[in-house]
């Protein structure tokens, strides 16, 4: 069995009409990086077609999907169908999913893009497309006998809320050389309507045009001179991060998870945003700037139409993950000049979301979709830091984590109540105020010495309580040294658990930028790979992506609410970045000076003629473009 993504001059099984040379970024996009492996010892990707930021996409069936488990491994040899899968990540689950099963069948050659599939299993030929709310399916489907209908399946973790109007609807067209399937969230006419809007009376060559040139807008944004090996890298992670938020509204309105009810107007869902708020959405700022306000807007109809602002819509509250993101993320597009969505708004259900307890909040524990229900789990523990200024470990699980997520969210200085300077850990505490170092699930995705430096937006605080700057720089030292390059569930590094990922870019505010740029250059090269597991962890909604990306053209943001990047050492020769609406058109001209592929130290990088001293730029003066120029030593 061969199973590999289409490059240029070796389609073997792809229509004629693709024959063609393709754009030269979307060429290196491997969209089998990230499928290989077995639970989170892998990047818990699929071969995903359809459209950038699609209401869902077409991916071949080899397995069952559930939470924890996808429905294709490229390990996998047999195919059983294919899905029109919405699952957005491997420890969530999918909703409304459309199945088409076949006779198993051993695959016997398979080639991907983003826009086109092709898969040749049991002496069958198969070719499919997807558009944002339609698929069509080519090949012998003898044994298929799909039908109009709906599936009400909710795996989404958000089982305890009842919402009887929810219905993923499909209507199919059974034509000729296979299938044409619509899907909606509101009714079968609309699913009607979709497919007849996106794929009726047009070709097969046609659709798939159309689906290629959406991919196009957004990688025509981007181009990067690098080693081969990078530019795979690279663009198979812009089109991991084009992948979500899913865009779910259908000619105007869309259905709401969170009131069972179908309203006008845009909607976003499958936000992974405690992952995301770290680099996805800060990228997203730079290569998808028109949709950004729409997806705040989104959280904020999520707000008044559920009560409060979500962590993990999928599509409804899930009660998953800690902390409270939504805050960040929305105040991060404010701080960078987003004025498309509703501000007062923002501002009204952040001070909710931050001032108001959970019904039972302070009776529950509020444990990792446990104990949820119909309630919507927005601040755990927040009667508790309210109380007392930090999360009391025997009332609220994930008590370290949770406190230091709202200080960050808060800008206050609140992670301070937990610090243990006899230790020099952020450790639980008590309700009391004793503090318990052997308290059970207190950290989210981390032990006490990674947690130690999640205080992204006061590194002069965090370094004034460990004794200075030089001492902060020596800790770093030894995570980096003793830590974060173990061994952890099949991965090299614990680079897959997001509160690691600002961490190397924290030596830049105690005064050692050197080291940030060794430590970044480090996990670029040893973290990521172009093979079938891909990369340290889950991608997480496109989060692993966004990293590498952002890093690689040599920035970073360490605190996305600040509007500032922090420099670190780019890994590519030059790159271009074409920014539009809602910034005026500018261009960012990346420049590497005295470039090596193992030189990794920056001596000086210039911003249009000026010198970056403090190693950090602002948002507002990279979208206004001009030469970015890293002199490397």
Sequence with gaps: MRQRAITFGRAILVSAMLASALADSMKYVDPLIGTGGLGSEYGGMMPYTGVPFGSFQMVPMTRLNRVGQLSFNSADDTLIGFILTRQPAIWMGDWGEVRIPIEPAKIED??????????????????????????????????????????????????????????????????????????????????????EAEIGGKSFETVVARTKAEWEKYFCRIEIDAPEDVKTIFY?????????????????RYYS???????????????????????????????????????????????????????????????????????????????????????????????????????????????????????????????????????????TDESVSRTLDFAFADR????TNLWCASSGLFLPKRADGTFD????????????????????????????????????????????????????????????????????????????PEKTQRRVREILTRAYSANRKGFDGNEDCGQMS?????????????????????????????????LGAPYAPATLDIRVKNYAPNRWRVKRVMLNGVELKDWRISHLSLVRGGVLEFEMS
């Design 110 to 195: 398979a080639e991907y893009t983003p826009y086109l599939g092709c898969v040749k299993a049991g002496g069958r030929m198969f070719e499919y497309t997807a558009t944002a709310h339609a698929v069509w399916l080519r090949g012998d489907l003898w044994d298929v006998r799909l039908l109009d209908g709906y599936n009400s399946n909710r795996d989404d973790g958000n089982l305890g809320r009842r919402l009887p109007n929810f219905k993923g609807w499909r209507c199919v067209k059974h034509v000729k050389d296979g299938m044409q399937i619509g899907v909606s969230l509101i009714s079968l006419e609309q699913a009607r309507r979709n497919l």
């Design 236 to 252: 198979t992670g812009l089109y991991h991060t084009l992948l979500y938020p899913r865009q779910i509204d259908e000619q105007g």
């Design 257 to 395: 998870a969170f009131d069972d009810g179908v309203h006008d107007g845009t909607m976003y869902s499958c936000y992974s945003l405690w992952d995301t708020y770290r680099a996805e959405h800060p990228w997203l700022t730079l290569i998808a700037p028109e949709r950004v306000d729409g997806m705040m807007q989104s959280l904020l109809e999520m707000y008044r139409e559920g009560g409060w602002l979500p962590k993990w819509p999928n599509p409804g509250y899930t009660g998953i993950m800690s902390g409270a993101p939504a805050e960040i993320v929305l105040g991060e597009a404010m701080a960078k000049g987003f004025t498309g969505f509703d501000h007062s708004l923002a501002r009204e259900a952040i001070y909710k979301n931050r001032t108001v307890p959970q019904r039972f909040d302070a009776t529950r524990r509020w444990r990792d979709r446990e104990e949820y229900g119909e309630y919507p789990e927005t601040r755990a523990g927040l009667t508790s830091y309210m109380k007392r200024g930090y999360v009391a470990c025997d009332e």
């Design 412 to 415: 206050n200085k609140a992670y």
């Design 437 to 512: 170092a052997n308290a059970k699930r207190a950290y989210t995705e981390c032990r006490p010495e990674a947690a130690v430096w999640c205080v992204p937006h006061d590194p002069d605080g965090l370094a004034v309580l460990m004794g200075g700057k030089e001492v902060a720089v020596r800790r770093l030292d030894e995570f980096f040294d003793k830590l974060f390059w173990q061994l952890e569930r099949g991965n090299l590094s614990i680079h897959g658990n997001e509160p690691s990922h600002h961490v190397a870019y924290l030596y830049n505010r105690f005064g050692a």
């Design 546 to 578: 966004a990293w590498y990306i952002l890093s690689a053209l040599g920035f970073y943001p360490l605190d996305p609410v600040s509007g500032y990047y922090e420099i670190g050492s780019p890994i590519v020769r030059g790159a271009k970045l074409r």
